[in-house]
Structure formats: structure tokens, C-alpha cells
């Protein structure tokens, strides 16, 4: 992503401040997700602000048992965004990172400053559904019916499963439910290296019951595990289609689906 800012939050009472975390996979791979993102929580009413200092929340180093060099991530990440009145992130793997892991890893007064600034943060939908009293209307042409892979991290750890389905749902897309929702698609960061033919089985029987859905696109709210299955579905010649709930929601859907095609 191009358009970052390190213009700082707005005064109490204000409109809503949202500091961006944009994931390395957003910014790196699908920007498009953190454009959509930014859309929605303006046309929500907030005022978004991009701080250019921000990398890596340092997941891949923790799940490695790098914790030294995730530590030294972590900090970062505290100092960046600590005076933020909001964390929002497209992602709850790593909004699960900053505020369950992060206090995890680090101890004394770091510790108490990740959990003030895991207080403040929210996965999208979570903070789009549950944080703020405004909602953007329904999008101008309404989408096809699709289907909804929860990822581990945000179920799990952050207990997100409503709220993107609400969102969606109000937003006029009908959403039809796989068989096994709570069942991880096989990417799970570096599980899906350290086990690839496991990894890669139950990508295909996420696909597999996406498809019997009938719906012709697979949303969900992490990049990486959309990333995954999209490689697969290519790899098993499926006509399915898979895109960010964010891009979804925000009905701009000029870029090709998540693994198909160019942006040329």
C-alpha cells in the first residue's frame, strides 16, 4: 500500500481515530484488502491514519520460536501504535498477535504497554461490527450468494464468527454455510511447510465443501489461509472464486479474485 500517513489521532469526541495495521500480506500480496479496508472505516465515520514506521506484527519468528527477534517486533509494534485511540487490522491472526501474544512474550512495564494497546485493538469486522454506532449501506450492486471460512486465529482466540456474517448480511449478500465451518483449512502459517501433504488434504476438503455450497466465492478475514486455498483451488482446476471479506463488503471488486489473473 502506497497511502500512508503519519497524521495523528483526532481529539476526544472527535470522529473515531483508527490507527491501520496493514499485515505484511496486504501490503505485500493484495493490497486491494487494505484499500477496501480503509473505505469501509471511512464511509463508517472514522478518520484512518496509516503510521509509516509499522512492519510486520512478527508471527512468523514467534510460531518459529524465534522469540528474541519477535520481541524486538513486538516492541515496535507497542511504540508505533500505542498512542492510537484504535488498532484495526484485516486480519485476526495478527490482531490476535498483538493482543494475546504480545503480552506473552513480553514482561514488566513492555508487558502492561501490550496489554493497554491490546485493549485497543480490533480485527475489522469485529471493530466495524461491534465498535461503532454507524454502518456503511448496502453496496450498489449486490453480490452473488458466497460461503464463509472462519480462520483458526480469529475464531478461536478472538471469538469471531458473527460478526462478518452479520456485516455481509446486511449488506444484501446471503451467505451459505459450509458443512465443518470450524474446521482449519490446512494453512495455519508454518504448518502448512512443516506439513504439506496434510496441509494440503485439508485444503482440499475445505474446497470441497465450499463448492457444495453452490455459492461461487469462498470469503473469509485472513489473507494467508484465502492465499492457501486459492493456490489449491488453481492446483484442483476449481470454478471457484476466492476474495477478503473487506473487498466484499466494500463492493469494489475490479481486481481479479485472490490468485487469478493480473492487475494490468
Known amino acids: 500500500m502506497t497511502a500512508a500517513t503519519d497524521a495523528q489521532p483526532g481529539t476526544p469526541g472527535s470522529q473515531p481515530a483508527v490507527a491501520f495495521f496493514v499485515t505484511c ?14 473505505r469501509l472505516l471511512e464511509d463508517a465515520g472514522c478518520r484512518v491514519y496509516v503510521p509509516r514506521a509499522q512492519t510486520c506484527c512478527g508471527q512468523p519468528g514467534y510460531n518459529s520460536g524465534a522469540y528474541a527477534g519477535a520481541r524486538d517486533v513486538a516492541r515496535d509494534v507497542i511504540r508505533t501504535f500505542e498512542d492510537a485511540e484504535f488498532v484495526v487490522v484485516p486480519s485476526g491472526s495478527c490482531a490476535g498477535m498483538l493482543i494475546h501474544h504480545y503480552p506473552k512474550l513480553l514482561e514488566g512495564a513492555w508487558r502492561e504497554r501490550a496489554l493497554a494497546l491490546g ?3 480490533w480485527e475489522l469486522t469485529t471493530f466495524l461490527s461491534d465498535v461503532l454506532p454507524r454502518r456503511r449501506a448496502a453496496p450498489a450492486a449486490t453480490h452473488a450468494p458466497v460461503t464463509y471460512h472462519d480462520g ?3 475464531l478461536r482466540e478472538l471469538g469471531i464468527r458473527e460478526q462478518p456474517r452479520r456485516l455481509l448480511t446486511e449488506a444484501g449478500i446471503a451467505v451459505r454455510e459450509l458443512e465443518q465451518p470450524e474446521v482449519c483449512c490446512g494453512f495455519g502459517g508454518t504448518f502448512c511447510a512443516k506439513m504439506p501433504a496434510i496441509s494440503a488434504r485439508m485444503a ?7 463448492t457444495k455450497t453452490g ?5 473469509g478475514g485472513d489473507l494467508g489461509c484465502l492465499i492457501a486455498l486459492a493456490g489449491r483451488a488453481r492446483r484442483e482446476g476449481l470454478d471457484l472464486s476466492l476474495r477478503h471479506v473487506a473487498e466484499v463488503l466494500d463492493g469494489e471488486l475490479a481486481a481479479p ?5 493480473s492487475r494490468d
Open 152 to 154: 483458526c486465529a480469529g
Open 25 to 38: 500480506l496486504v501490503d505485500l500480496f493484495r493490497p486491494e484488502v487494505g484499500f477496501a479496508a480503509l
Open 204 to 210: 482440499s476438503d475445505k474446497l470441497r465443501n465450499a
Open 257 to 261: 479474485p485472490i490468485g487469478e489473473g
Open 119 to 121: 485493549e485497543r485493538t
Open 215 to 219: 455459492a461461487g466465492t469462498l470469503v
